[in-house]
Structures are given as C-alpha cells and as structure tokens.
Nanobody, 121 residues
Framework: QVQLVESGGGLVQAGGSLRLSCAAS????????MGWYRQAPGKQRELVAN???????TYADSVKGRFTITRDSAKKTVNLQMNSLKPEDTAVYYC???????????????WGQGTQVTVSS
C-alpha cells in the first residue's frame, strides 16, 4: 500500500517562503502525476501545482511565478517551493499522487494527511 508523507508546513509572515516535501513509501508501484492541492476553511480543495513523469508542470494561476514544483522520480518525492507568500495562501496543503500498481495494473488516487500553511499579514 502506498503512503504519502508530507512535511514542511508552518507559520510564516507575508512575503516569506516555505518549502513543502512529500515522499511516497511502499513497494510495487509507479507514479505518473504527483502534486499538491490545498483547501482553505469554507472552500473547496483546489489544485496548486502538479508534475507529470513526462516533465510537464501545471500551476494554478494564483501561484504562477511564486511557487515552483520539483520532483525526484527515482526517490518518489515531490517538493513545492513557495515564495512571496500571501495571507490568501493559508490552507491545508495535501500531497496527491496518481499511482499505478505494478501487480494489479490498476490506477489509484492517493492523498497525504495534509500539512497546515498559515501566512500572517
């Protein structure tokens, strides 16, 4: 069974930076798309950024130019460097992966437990 473990959340002042990391553990799987979503209180979960094995990256318009997603496919990790943070970036950030079981050949959508990011004004 695949698990995603996130780290790096916390409290930062507006204009500051944080780096989120997510590592996939387990065996017998491969990952295509890996990325980050966020959910603020009273709002729906939204895509922040993701990266495909092909190297293609997608960013929400609200974070373009401020956030950078990177991936180490061999280590099955994904990082999100967040710069110039704004109070509206405050949310719980969730790691997500599109996982293929190499035994059953079935795809599944796996989520981490979430990490809180709070940006004070």
């Amino acid at each position: 069974q695949v698990q995603l473990v996130e780290s790096g959340g916390g409290l930062v002042q507006a204009g500051g930076s944080l780096r989120l990391s997510c590592a996939a553990s387990g065996s017998g799987f491969s990952i295509n798309i890996m990325g980050w979503y966020r959910q603020a209180p009273g709002k729906q979960r939204e895509l922040v950024a993701n990266t495909a094995r092909s190297g293609s990256n997608t960013y929400a318009d609200s974070v373009k130019g401020r956030f950078t997603i990177t991936r180490d496919s061999a280590k099955k990790t994904v990082n999100l460097q967040m710069n110039s943070l704004k109070p509206e970036d405050t949310a719980v950030y969730y790691c997500n992966a599109d996982v293929l079981s190499t035994t059953s050949l079935r795809w599944s959508d796996v989520w981490g437990q979430g990490t809180q990011v709070t940006v004070s004004s």
